[in-house]
């Protein structure tokens, strides 16, 4: 696995592994603690190998703290050293002493040291015992990714969006897969959804051009089809869930001709707008989604052209971003205060996806 794919997967943890802790802890002494947390106010500034070594003088002082195990075996992922780190983390495993971070820092290590199928098995064993784990999920879709199994590690993300909604990196893994496939829609809703909750980085800049790219396809395809149906012996049937679909394509279709003149961020406003006004006024009762939810907020707050220019603007052209930034300069500032005081949260109840990927890749020969 190349050093910066890791990165970037380890990314995604750094939060979840650094933050828990520091209270929760049985500390051995207040010196223990305060090593711990410069180790992790090091990590927060990249400073992996100075946290290595506060993490490994803390275990010395307090050999039976488990969670300096694990952070010191997360911060010798970040260096590379996998197979310190598996040694590191291997003991709380077989000890159960593990918690669903520990599982997912021993899959990332194992998956460095070139065992892969031990690596998946640790991330399903950690799985098995946390069933709603979003990161744990998330890297078992990283594991099939890696393995160029495409269909397999889609449905890892969308099973980790399912059973934790909360955990915003495998909306952002979903919405890179849907994007190349023949349901770009999926891929505009878990983009958004992640742009709102990892607002200002360069994969939410991604994500932003992922939506973008995803906007081009459905209205380029519009009115060809796009919900499937399926088939169970020699009858068709639709899952409710593909209702949901069908009547966000069939808002889509009714708006094409507001994007007939190309993808901006303007003609997306206005098709975004009537579409928001439209489900809630004919949908909202039957498929109540949390991303509809807010914009409805957004447009009764007087927002929504903000928030819009905010979510595409710079993706889509950076120039006419700021002249219309320079144009309304209290704009950007507004919707920030805006979102800081009215946060985004996906619950359970949004997942309406079929989860059936299995016709969106092709087959290995």
Same mark, same amino acid.
């Given at each position: 696995m190349g050093s910066k794919l890791l990165r970037l997967i380890l990314a995604g943890l750094l939060y979840f592994s650094t933050?828990?802790?520091?209270?929760?802890?049985?500390?051995?002494?207040?010196e223990v603690q305060q090593m711990y947390n410069q180790a992790k106010d090091f990590l927060s500034k990249g400073g992996v190998k100075q946290a290595i070594v506060l993490l490994q003088q803390a275990i010395q002082l307090s050999p039976e703290t488990p969670v300096l195990y694990r952070d010191l075996a997360y911060s010798l992922n970040l260096n590379g050293e996998y197979a310190e780190a598996y040694r590191t983390v291997e003991?709380?495993?077989?000890?159960?002493?593990t918690d669903?971070?520990?599982?997912?820092?021993?899959?990332i290590a194992l998956s460095g040291m070139g065992e892969k199928k031990k690596a998946k098995k640790i991330l399903e064993k950690g799985i098995k015992e946390y069933p709603h784990s979003g990161s744990l999920y998330h890297e078992l879709g990283k594991y099939y990714d890696d393995n160029n199994d495409p269909e397999y590690a889609l449905r890892s993300w969308l099973q980790g969006i399912e059973q934790d909604p +909360?955990?915003?990196?495998?909306y952002y893994e979903a919405a890179k897969s849907y994007a190349a496939t023949t349901k770009p829609m999926w891929a505009v809703f878990y983009a958004e959804i992640f742009i709102n909750?990892?607002?200002?980085?360069? $994969?939410?800049?991604?994500? $932003? $051009?992922?939506?973008?790219? +995803?906007?081009?396809?459905?209205?380029?395809?519009?009115?060809?089809?796009?919900?499937?149906?399926?088939?169970? /012996?020699?009858?068709t049937v639709t899952?409710?869930?593909?209702?949901?679909?069908?009547?966000?394509?069939?808002?889509?279709?009714?708006?094409?001709?507001?994007?007939?003149d190309g993808i901006t961020a303007e003609n997306l406003t206005m098709m975004r707008t009537r579409f928001a006004m439209e489900w809630m006024t004919r949908y909202a009762v039957k498929f109540p989604y949390s991303l509809f939810t807010y914009h409805d907020k957004l447009l009764r707050d007087g927002q929504f052209d903000a928030y819009?220019?905010?979510?595409?603007?710079?993706?889509?052209?950076? /120039?006419?971003?700021?002249s219309w930034t320079q144009f309304n300069p209290s704009a950007i500032p507004g919707i920030n205060s805006w979102m800081e005081r009215n946060r985004f949260y996906p619950t359970s109840a949004d997942f309406y996806d079929t989860k059936d990927v299995s016709t969106l890749f092709?087959?290995?020969k």
């Open positions: 933050q828990a802790y520091s209270q929760d802890a049985d500390w051995a002494s207040p003991p709380l495993i077989n000890n159960k002493q669903e971070q520990t599982y997912s820092i021993a899959g +909360a955990y915003h990196v495998n909750i990892e607002k200002e980085t360069p $994969r939410s800049m991604d994500a $932003r $051009r992922i939506m973008l790219m +995803a906007y081009t396809k459905i209205f380029n395809t519009i009115g060809t089809g796009y919900v499937p149906q399926y088939k169970t /012996g020699s009858t899952p409710k869930s593909l209702d949901f679909e069908k009547a966000v394509m069939d808002l889509y279709l009714q708006l094409a001709p507001v994007m007939s819009n220019q905010w979510l595409f603007g710079k993706a889509e052209n950076a /120039g006419l971003y700021n092709s087959k290995k």
